[in-house]
């Protein structure tokens, strides 16, 4: 149901029990880190109702100053969630995994700056915008098909569509 091996790409329907599991999450993160973050938002293809997903919970955490990402690191890591490199500056991110599969990503990023605008605003307006919702479902499924095994080449040639939300997004 939830978690997929890393640099897999296998995609399934939404489960209206993804946004269940958020919940879950947010309260053992928000009890955790309360003091450290200003948001927690659930993002990603599983927050947006009927979309296709990779079975993997996404999670915005918003923070005042990347300052705090230090102390931060360190009580996720004791809720079993390990940094994993990323190559987009202003932004940490940790998985967290059961068995061999990543069930949780965090995106842990300074609240209100363009890196959280951008992720929120994407998926907002793929919630409000049935159109935009089944071309992302199209391009996801032709990617996963075409790189089942290379999820970077996946999430790369998903770019010029997100890019394109978020100019679309940018003139509401």
């Not at 979309?51 to 923070?63: E, N, R, T």
């Not at 990617?143 to 978020?166: E, G, M, Q, R, W």
């Given at each position: 149901m939830l978690g997929?091996?890393?640099?897999?790409?296998?995609?399934?329907?939404?489960?209206?029990?993804?946004?269940?599991?958020?919940?879950?999450?947010?309260?053992?993160?928000?009890?955790?880190?309360?003091?450290?973050?200003?948001?927690?938002?659930?993002?990603?293809?599983?927050?947006i109702e009927g979309l296709f997903a990779k079975p993997i919970i996404d999670i915005a955490i918003g923070v005042s100053s990347l300052d705090v990402i230090i102390e931060l690191k360190e009580k996720v890591k004791d809720l079993g969630y390990v940094e994993v490199p990323v190559r987009v500056g202003g932004k940490h991110v940790f998985a967290r995994y059961n068995e061999k599969k990543i069930t949780h990503f965090l995106h842990v990023m300074i609240h209100d700056q363009n890196l959280w605008i951008d992720q929120i605003s994407f998926r907002d307006y793929l919630r409000s915008d049935s159109d935009a919702k089944i071309?992302?479902?199209?391009?996801?499924?032709e990617l996963a098909n075409k790189?089942?095994?290379?999820?970077?080449?996946?999430?790369?040639?998903?770019?010029k569509f997100?890019?394109?939300i978020l100019k679309r997004a940018k003139k509401l």
């Amino acid at each position: 149901m939830l978690g997929l091996e890393r640099g897999l790409v296998k995609l399934e329907p939404y489960n209206d029990k993804w946004s269940k599991l958020f919940d879950e999450e947010r309260e053992l993160l928000s009890s955790q880190l309360k003091e450290l973050i200003t948001e927690i938002e659930h993002v990603g293809s599983t927050s947006i109702e009927g979309l296709f997903a990779k079975p993997i919970i996404d999670i915005a955490i918003g923070v005042s100053s990347l300052d705090v990402i230090i102390e931060l690191k360190e009580k996720v890591k004791d809720l079993g969630y390990v940094e994993v490199p990323v190559r987009v500056g202003g932004k940490h991110v940790f998985a967290r995994y059961n068995e061999k599969k990543i069930t949780h990503f965090l995106h842990v990023m300074i609240h209100d700056q363009n890196l959280w605008i951008d992720q929120i605003s994407f998926r907002d307006y793929l919630r409000s915008d049935s159109d935009a919702k089944i071309e992302y479902i199209k391009i996801k499924e032709e990617l996963a098909n075409k790189y089942p095994n290379d999820v970077v080449s996946y999430t790369n040639k998903k770019k010029k569509f997100v890019d394109d939300i978020l100019k679309r997004a940018k003139k509401l």
